[in-house]
């Protein structure tokens, strides 16, 4: 399933930034969290397990549905 699911690319503008990953199923939970500093980037996808991605912290977020960056 994940082989071919679109990848989706998140860069921090600040240090500290969270990338948390929320199962997919009736069970919506946080299942992992990933911190990135300034420039940093973290490429991932969707997958059988992990049906919603939550980012906190100023961030951009690249998808196939464009392009986004959270609040500062
Ligand atoms: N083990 C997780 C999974 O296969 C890894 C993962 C994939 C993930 N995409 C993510 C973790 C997005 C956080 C955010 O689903």
């Known amino acids: 399933m994940s082989d071919n699911a679109d990848f989706f690319i ?3 503008k600040e240090n500290g930034v969270n990338v948390i990953g ?3 199923g009736t069970d919506t939970r946080f299942h ?4 990135l500093d300034k420039g940093e980037v973290m490429i991932a ?3 059988e ?6 980012v906190r ?5 690249q998808t ?7 609040e500062e």
């Open 45 to 47: 996808q969707f997958t």
């Open 57 to 61: 912290g100023k961030a951009i977020i």
């Open 64 to 70: 196939r549905h464009g392009t986004i960056d959270t």
């Open 10 to 12: 998140i860069k921090a």
């Open 22 to 24: 929320l199962t997919r």
């Open 49 to 54: 397990h992990t049906s919603a991605v939550k």
């Open 32 to 35: 992992h969290s990933e911190k």
